[in-house]
């Protein structure tokens, strides 16, 4: 078991510092999970500390390619509710 970092991480070192297993590394374009040392924090946290920390929605992807950190994570505001609160104000 290993999460992913997809092309929208933006490199801003959030996640490399609360790493317990010392995964991530800083790769180009963006950073990457060494898949041998991840554990997922299983054993040292409930939720993986990456994921946890992440600004970027959807920037890490579990083994079956969902996102740890799906859209509304950082805002709690469920993606269809931000559509259409975002349409409201567009329409003003």
């Known amino acids: 078991m290993s999460l992913s970092i997809i092309e929208s991480c933006v490199n801003c070192w959030a ?3 609360v790493c317990p297993s ?5 790769a ?8 041998k040392k991840c554990t997922e ?7 993986p500390q990456c994921a ?3 600004p970027i929605e959807g ?3 579990d083994a ?3 996102a740890v950190n799906p859209a509304g994570s950082l ?3 469920p993606p269809e509710m931000m559509e259409k609160a975002m349409a409201e104000i567009q329409a003003r």
Do not use: N, Q, W
């Open 15 to 17: 996640c490399v510092d």
């Open 22 to 26: 010392d995964a991530i590394y800083d």
């Open 28 to 35: 180009k374009p963006h950073f990457m999970i060494d898949a």
């Open 41 to 47: 924090c299983e054993g040292d946290h409930a939720d």
């Open 52 to 54: 946890s920390i992440c």
């Open 59 to 61: 920037a890490i992807l």
């Open 64 to 66: 079956a390619g969902e």
């Open 75 to 77: 805002t709690g505001i």
